[in-house]
């Protein structure tokens, strides 16, 4: 008898989600799919508003990564405005951008993922959590909410609201920053470059601890897309789209982000609200691709920064000679990279004199009634296509997050973890093994987070069907 | 000084989903001496301030009551709901004792009736209702807690 198993909800990712596992006559795996509950319905909902209002609102779908809304959304603005912003406007916006990523990393590395890496994928679930991680080690636990909490200062600083800030806007910035302010993130920069290094040094220690888990946590041959600057280099506000494949080959290059649609395309599942968007030349489902830190540090072709830039090039020697780290476990390690690019970035920004310009917002009237503002948020690349009428209300709006671009590979990454450790003739799943499918999607940091979080609204159930669709089994976890 | 916090959090584009964050905003624009916070959800950076308070309210939207109300919380690891993501107060409340080795003298968890989740600004009449009182009831604590000393 075909069984099938749902784990519902996914924990320690954002949003609502569940898994399950679907056991074929002879008890193995024969399938795996990541359901998403949650209905995204913010594209219709902002129909009838005014483009200004955008980035206001798009910021606040998500309570984990607004800043990057704020700025993609700003971006389709410029766009419909046919505005070039000052220099000062984009450099800040830079700015905000990479407290983004630094927060949203460091939440992702040190709360989500450091539990299964530092306590193990068996240790008790009961303390396999941020509390465990204290008990474990409490100076490394509190330096990763000190580093969560200097991007998060940023974001206040200079949207003087910590989340769903209106700081930027179509034409650039509200505010210049004040120099007081500038010299206070100054002050943050060697606790917190110290801190990513030690991420670093944890992170190299838990490859050598789970040598056993690793070659089967999504490990296989994708396209990876996300953008590059004008000579190649690691880009996270501007540039070009690069699409490279498992084997190192370009497949497409200097893409403008504004012709994304001519690339990719979006399929839908009846199972899962997440849409599936898929590269339109290799088709759906084999037109499959990650987005994000996994993507974003294997397709450049180097880093500016030159700390970031040296482990870069550790991180390519996991390839071997395939020159593409293919195994989406390293997404980790390339979280942490990518967080100590942030930290220099920063730094460089913040010493940059032109960031203290006060010519910060280009200011002009709807001049299209077509736009697209594309970035690379925490998880990928993030676009906006916003279209309007000539008084700037939006029509039409199409949200492509990074989560919904890394669908395909979840489901591919869950099944591969699935098959791997499950031995289905036992009829039991441990809650190790459960733990182990979930951290397959935590590698790349889902962000669902369209969700209430009201008390009493978030149940905690795996279930376990037959193949007639009969209730066998039902725990809480 | 005695330091009080208050915590609003919500989805402000999921209807009644906002009630905390809504009462947040009236209490600091009513009562600008106390610290209001408002977020989309409890993080684990809240902690410090916490640890740095004698009274803490967390306000948030609750489809199970049907009038707002206050309730007393002490730390607590809540096993059972392990996502950092989703900490509760009870939880926030063990990671300050834990880290800061400090917490406030009383902390509440405040309940305002919600019915409709769905996308909207705006919210439900009867919750409308609840945030003002709600807003009464904290009011009501803080100058309670005050007058104890």
């Given at each position: 008898m075909s069984k099938t198993i749902t784990l519902a909800p996914v924990t320690r990712i954002e949003g609502h989600a569940k898994i399950t596992i679907q056991l074929d006559e002879n008890n193995d795996v024969s399938d795996v799919r990541f359901h998403v509950n949650e209905f995204r319905g913010f594209e219709k909902f902002?129909?009838?508003?005014l483009l200004w209002e955008m980035p206001g609102i798009t910021s606040r779908i998500c309570g984990i990564c607004p800043a990057s809304h704020l700025v993609t959304s700003s971006k389709a603005g410029d766009d419909i405005l046919a505005v070039e912003i000052p220099e000062t406007a984009e450099k800040l916006r830079r700015l905000l951008t990479l407290a983004q990523w630094l927060q949203s990393h460091a939440l992702s590395f040190f709360h989500l993922s450091s539990p299964d890496f530092l306590l193990g994928f068996d240790s008790d679930p009961a303390i396999r959590n941020v509390f465990g991680l204290i008990a474990a080690d409490k100076e490394f636990t509190k330096r990763g909410i000190r580093l969560r909490k200097f991007g998060q200062e940023i974001i206040e600083i200079l949207?003087?609201?910590?989340?769903?800030?209106?700081?930027?806007?179509?034409?650039?910035?509200r505010d210049p920053l004040e120099p007081a302010k500038k010299d206070y993130m100054l002050g943050w920069i060697p606790e917190a470059k110290e801190t990513v290094q030690l991420a670093l040094e944890a992170i190299k220690k838990i490859h050598k601890k789970y040598q056993k888990e690793i070659p089967e946590f999504g490990n296989f041959r994708s396209l990876l897309v996300g953008l590059v600057t004008k000579d190649g280099g690691l880009e996270y506000y501007d540039g070009y789209l690069r699409i490279k494949d498992g084997n190192d080959n370009?497949?497409?290059?200097?893409?403008?982000?504004?012709?994304?649609y001519e690339h990719f395309g979006e399929a839908v599942e009846p199972w899962s609200y997440l849409k599936f968007p898929y590269y339109k030349q290799f088709?759906?489902?084999?037109g499959i691709y990650r987005v994000g830190p996994l993507a974003r540090v294997n397709i450049c072709d180097y880093i500016e920064t030159p700390l970031a830039e040296a482990e870069r090039k550790v991180f390519k020697a996991l390839s071997g000679n395939v020159g593409v780290v293919n195994n989406s476990f390293y997404y980790h390690y390339a979280r942490c990279i990518e967080m100590l690019f942030a930290v220099e970035k920063i730094e460089m920004l913040l010493n940059d004199p032109a960031i203290l310009g006060t010519n910060v917002r280009s200011m002009a009237s709807i001049n299209r009634t077509e736009g697209v503002g594309c970035s690379e948020a925490p998880r990928g690349v993030l676009f906006h296509h916003y279209y309007v009428n000539k008084d700037g209300v939006i029509q039409k709006a199409n949200l492509v997050i990074a989560t919904a671009q890394n669908n395909i590979a979840m489901n591919r990454t869950v099944k591969q973890i699935a098959a791997h450790f499950i031995d289905g003739k036992k009829g039991k799943i441990t809650e190790g093994i459960l733990n182990r499918v979930e951290a397959g999607i935590r590698c790349y940091d889902p962000?669902?987070?369209?969700s209430t979080h009201a008390l009493g609204k978030m149940p905690m159930a795996v279930e376990l069907f037959n193949s007639k669709g009969e209730l066998l089994d039902k725990i809480n976890r | 000084m005695r330091k009080t916090l208050v915590v609003g959090y919500g989805n402000t584009l999921r209807g009644d989903d906002a009630a905390g964050i809504r009462a947040a905003e009236l209490i600091a624009k009513q009562h600008p001496e106390n610290n209001c916070v408002c977020v989309h959800q409890l993080m684990p950076e809240l902690a410090e301030q916490i640890a740095e308070s004698d009274l803490v309210f967390f306000i948030d939207a609750d489809e199970s009551t049907s009038q707002p109300y206050a309730r007393l919380i002490s730390p607590s690891i809540n096993s059972d709901q392990p996502h950092t993501h989703f900490i509760s107060p009870e939880s926030l409340l063990s990671l300050s004792q834990q880290l800061y080795q400090s917490i406030p003298s009383k902390v509440y968890i405040i309940g305002i009736p919600a019915s409709q989740f769905e996308f909207s600004e705006e919210l439900s009449e009867k919750t409308k209702i609840s945030v003002e009182a709600a807003v009464e009831i904290v009011i009501e604590l803080i100058k309670s807690h005050l007058n104890s000393f």
């Open positions: 902002t129909e009838g508003r949207g003087s609201r910590r989340i769903h800030t209106p700081w930027t806007v179509p034409g650039g910035v370009t497949i497409a290059d200097k893409i403008e982000p504004k012709k994304y088709d759906y489902p084999k962000c669902l987070s369209c | -």
